[in-house]
């Protein structure tokens, strides 16, 4: 019923720091310990979307295909047909290699400053995300800090944190962006100001729950210990809820792209992932709007490695075992 | 108890006095003493009343309800007696004045975004999300192919289809809803997988002790157990779709909807009508996910984080 074990030399097995301590069950938390001896399954499952990706294409190209073989009164071989569905200047679906091909071209092959570069794209996009996740992970902090401290915002603050999340925040992001712009900021700080109003609650969530998670027993050792509030909160709260943190911190990252994906969609901007994807889809340049996604894709995960790869390195640092 | 009560009315009171004059003077400096007064008053209140614990509702409900009074009365009292700019923050007042002014537009607009792409595209996708989960979890390959996959999908920012899903579907609500289903079905698929794996092996033997089938499992054993795992992920996914639906029609759409009328108010900087569409979404968000929690409770009641309450 088990097989996890089989595969297990062909990835190194997880280190078992996150996984001794309590989770919010979510995708990150799932991730760890089913991962053992996944290559194989993971190239296949791939293998079979890319397989079904090349049949969609030739199924959703079909009419512009045969609308083009109308035209030059040859009947067309099935190869000939393949072969076009696959070439279509504006696909309705690009096969694989275009938008590799493409994706190729725009990172490889410009100069990094030109705006017809992804990389710039990328990081302009990518730089105002981490601003304002920089910005949201101190703000969450701090009300984390506030809610477990203080009573009275415990009972009135928290409920409204709560409920908050289930409000479509992202929908306020256009109005951020011309509130600012009305002020006179633009460029990067409306859609860091998104970004980190986006990434807040899930840290101020993880932190309080990662503030309370010392259990009755070490809380009464620290009272032994005659400690005062200060040093319980340093010395037992601060270091149980790191964990906690990090698991909140990579959730909120990948929020805060998205954050500052979408505050360039209304306003018209010229430059990042966003204004590339809404530029794409005026002009009908779907294969550019599919490198954009792969780019987006690309730095969603990228970001998160780099987070993780920080968990890792500060949980060995206060002495997880791997 | 009473002390809290006193210092409440008190404030009530002050607060009431205080919008008055706003409505009918201008703000002079005995004025601002007493909006300070209040909002020392009402703290005052609120730290009393925040340490009762008995009855419940005192702390569960009355508390951050009061606080979400103060906050916005504040909002009221610090817009318009500063006299800010209504196209950089408008006074509640004001919003509820459009929002009452336009609700024939709002109710369309609520008809498209939420009743037509939101609800179909997320019952679509998590219901796909979990018919997969099930057939997937008999296959381990399979599981362990799409798991790490769904989790690496939790770092993309999805909503970027939307252009890519307009291009197939339209303008209508089908594209939006195309979107949704999308975005909904990989927290579905992962949480239903972990809840279906989180029935214990003693569980499972005293199953296989009763000469139960695979079917008989599944039906009597692991979907009941793995009931709070997909309504965490139904949770999500109400969130998740609403926010779908409405960045999904800043990509176009037809001449109504949530999305549409956000993008729109903005181009004519008619800021009061953008806050009152984002108070219905808001409303439309948190009753979707009150309605939600509410079937949670009728289906796991058994569960440890309900029966802990009612002892």
Same mark, same amino acid.
């Given at each position: 019923?088990?097989?996890?074990?089989?595969?297990?030399?062909?990835?190194?097995?997880?280190?078992?720091?996150?996984?001794?301590?309590?989770?919010?069950?979510?995708?990150?938390?799932?991730?760890?310990?089913?991962?053992?001896?996944?290559?194989?399954?993971?190239?296949?499952?791939?293998?079979?979307?890319?397989?079904?990706?090349?049949?969609?294409?030739?199924?959703?190209?079909?009419?512009?295909?045969?609308?083009?073989?109308?035209?030059?009164?040859?009947?067309?071989?099935? $190869?000939?047909?393949?072969?076009?569905?696959?070439?279509?200047?504006?696909?309705?679906? *690009?096969?694989?290699?275009?938008?590799?091909?493409?994706?190729?071209?725009?990172?490889?092959?410009?100069?990094?400053?030109?705006?017809?570069?992804?990389?710039?794209?990328?990081?302009?996009?990518?730089?105002?995300?981490?601003?304002?996740?920089?910005?949201?992970?101190?703000?969450?902090?701090?009300?984390?800090?506030?809610?477990? !401290?203080?009573?009275?915002?415990?009972?009135? =603050?928290?409920?409204?944190?709560?409920?908050?999340?289930? %409000?479509?925040?992202?929908?306020?992001?256009?109005?951020?962006?011309?509130?600012?712009?009305?002020?006179?900021?633009?460029?990067?700080?409306?859609?860091?100001?998104?970004?980190?109003?986006?990434?807040?609650?899930?840290?101020?969530?993880?932190?309080?729950?990662?503030?309370?998670?010392?259990?009755?027993?070490?809380?009464?050792?620290?009272?032994?210990? !005659? $400690?005062?509030?200060?040093?319980?909160?340093?010395?037992?709260?601060?270091?149980? !809820?790191?964990?906690?943190?990090?698991?909140?911190?990579?959730?909120?990252?990948?929020?805060?792209? %998205?954050?500052?994906?979408?505050?360039? =969609? *209304?306003?018209?901007?010229?430059?990042?992932?966003?204004?590339?994807?809404?530029?794409?889809?005026?002009?009908?340049?779907?294969?550019?709007?599919?490198?954009?996604?792969?780019?987006?894709?690309?730095?969603?995960?990228?970001?998160?490695?780099?987070?993780?790869?920080?968990?890792?390195?500060?949980?060995?640092?206060?002495?997880?075992?791997? | /108890?009473?002390?809290?009560? @006193?210092? /409440?009315?008190?404030?009530?009171?002050?607060?009431?006095?205080?919008?008055?004059?706003?409505?009918?003077?201008?703000?002079?400096?005995?004025?601002?003493?007493?909006?300070?007064?209040?909002?020392?008053?009402?703290?005052?209140?609120?730290?009393?009343?925040?340490?009762?614990?008995? +009855?419940?509702? @005192?702390?569960?409900?009355?508390?951050?309800?009061?606080?979400?009074?103060?906050?916005?009365?504040?909002?009221?009292?610090?817009?318009?007696?500063?006299?800010?700019? +209504?196209?950089?923050?408008?006074?509640?007042?004001?919003?509820?004045?459009?929002?009452?002014?336009?609700?024939?537009?709002?109710?369309?607009?609520?008809?498209?975004?939420?009743?037509?792409?939101?609800?179909?595209?997320?019952?679509?996708?998590?219901?796909?999300?979990?018919?997969?989960?099930?057939?997937?979890?008999?296959?381990?390959?399979?599981?362990?192919?799409?798991?790490?996959?769904?989790?690496?999908?939790?770092?993309?920012?999805?909503?970027?289809?939307?252009? @890519?899903?307009?291009?197939?579907?339209?303008?209508?609500?089908?594209?939006?809803?195309?979107?949704?289903?999308?975005?909904?079905?990989?927290?579905?698929?992962?949480?239903?997988?972990?809840?279906?794996?989180?029935?214990?092996?003693?569980?499972?033997?005293?199953?296989?002790? &009763?000469?139960?089938? &695979?079917?008989?499992?599944?039906?009597?054993?692991?979907?009941?157990?793995?009931?709070?795992?997909?309504?965490?992920?139904?949770?999500?996914?109400?969130?998740?779709?609403?926010?779908?639906? @409405?960045?999904?029609?800043?990509?176009?759409?037809?001449?109504?909807?949530?999305?549409?009328?956000?993008?729109?108010?903005?181009?004519?900087?008619?800021?009061?009508?953008?806050?009152?569409?984002?108070?219905?979404?808001?409303?439309?968000?948190?009753?979707?996910?009150?309605?939600?929690?509410?079937?949670?409770?009728?289906?796991?009641?058994?569960?440890?984080?309900?029966?802990?309450?009612?002892?």
């Amino acid at each position: 019923m088990s097989p996890t074990a089989s595969g297990s030399h062909c990835v190194p097995a997880t280190p078992m720091t996150t996984e001794a301590l309590p989770r919010p069950i979510g995708l990150a938390a799932t991730f760890g310990h089913l991962r053992e001896g996944t290559a194989l399954p993971v190239t296949v499952v791939l293998l079979v979307t890319i397989v079904a990706w090349y049949l969609g294409a030739i199924w959703l190209n079909s009419g512009l295909v045969e609308q083009r073989f109308e035209q030059t009164d040859k009947p067309a071989t099935t $190869a000939e047909f393949i072969d076009t569905a696959w070439s279509l200047d504006r696909p309705v679906l *690009p096969a694989p290699h275009q938008v590799a091909i493409e994706f190729y071209d725009s990172v490889f092959t410009r100069d990094v400053t030109s705006p017809r570069s992804l990389v710039y794209h990328a990081y302009v996009t990518g730089s105002a995300a981490v601003v304002g996740f920089v910005f949201g992970t101190l703000l969450g902090i701090v009300l984390a800090v506030g809610i477990v !401290s203080w009573r009275t915002l415990d009972r009135s =603050l928290l409920p409204w944190i709560i409920a908050s999340q289930t %409000v479509p925040i992202l929908a306020i992001a256009p109005m951020i962006i011309v509130v600012l712009g009305n002020v006179g900021l633009t460029g990067l700080m409306p859609k860091a100001v998104i970004s980190m109003y986006l990434c807040f609650f899930p840290i101020t969530i993880g932190m309080v729950k990662g503030l309370r998670s010392p259990d009755p027993l070490q809380l009464d050792l620290m009272r032994t210990y !005659s $400690a005062n509030r200060n040093q319980v909160f340093w010395k037992l709260r601060w270091p149980a !809820s790191v964990a906690f943190l990090f698991t909140s911190l990579k959730v909120a990252i990948a929020i805060s792209l %998205v954050g500052a994906i979408v505050g360039e =969609l *209304p306003t018209g901007a010229q430059a990042g992932l966003g204004a590339r994807l809404l530029s794409g889809s005026y002009y009908g340049q779907t294969v550019q709007i599919w490198a954009a996604l792969f780019m987006a894709a690309l730095l969603g995960m990228a970001l998160v490695a780099v987070v993780e790869l920080a968990e890792r390195l500060t949980l060995r640092r206060m002495g997880a075992r791997p | /108890m009473r002390a809290g009560a @006193i210092a /409440m009315a008190l404030a009530l009171a002050g607060a009431i006095a205080s919008l008055w004059l706003l409505e009918n003077t201008a703000p002079t400096l005995a004025f601002w003493a007493l909006v300070i007064a209040v909002t020392i008053a009402s703290w005052i209140g609120l730290e009393r009343l925040a340490r009762i614990d008995k +009855p419940r509702w @005192i702390g569960a409900i009355l508390v951050p309800g009061l606080f979400g009074l103060l906050l916005l009365y504040l909002w009221q009292v610090l817009t318009v007696g500063f006299d800010v700019p +209504p196209i950089l923050l408008p006074s509640p007042a004001r919003i509820g004045h459009q929002l009452a002014a336009n609700l024939d537009l709002e109710w369309q607009d609520f008809r498209q975004t939420f009743l037509k792409s939101v609800l179909a595209g997320f019952v679509l996708g998590s219901g796909l999300g979990f018919i997969v989960a099930i057939l997937v979890d008999r296959s381990p390959f399979l599981q362990r192919g799409l798991l790490p996959l769904g989790a690496l999908v939790s770092a993309i920012p999805i909503v970027g289809i939307a252009p @890519i899903m307009v291009m197939w579907f339209g303008f209508d609500w089908q594209s939006k809803a195309a979107v949704i289903v999308i975005m909904t079905f990989f927290p579905m698929l992962v949480n239903t997988l972990a809840g279906l794996a989180s029935a214990n092996s003693i569980e499972r033997d005293l199953m296989h002790s &009763y000469g139960a089938g &695979y079917g008989q499992t599944l039906a009597k054993l692991r979907l009941p157990s793995a009931l709070p795992f997909v309504f965490n992920a139904l949770k999500i996914n109400s969130t998740l779709a609403l926010i779908g639906g @409405i960045v999904a029609e800043f990509f176009g759409t037809p001449v109504v909807g949530m999305g549409f009328r956000i993008s729109v108010e903005i181009g004519r900087m008619n800021v009061d009508m953008v806050w009152a569409t984002i108070a219905v979404a808001a409303l439309a968000g948190s009753v979707f996910y009150g309605i939600l929690a509410l079937i949670e409770r009728g289906f796991t009641f058994w569960h440890p984080s309900y029966r802990q309450e009612r002892s």
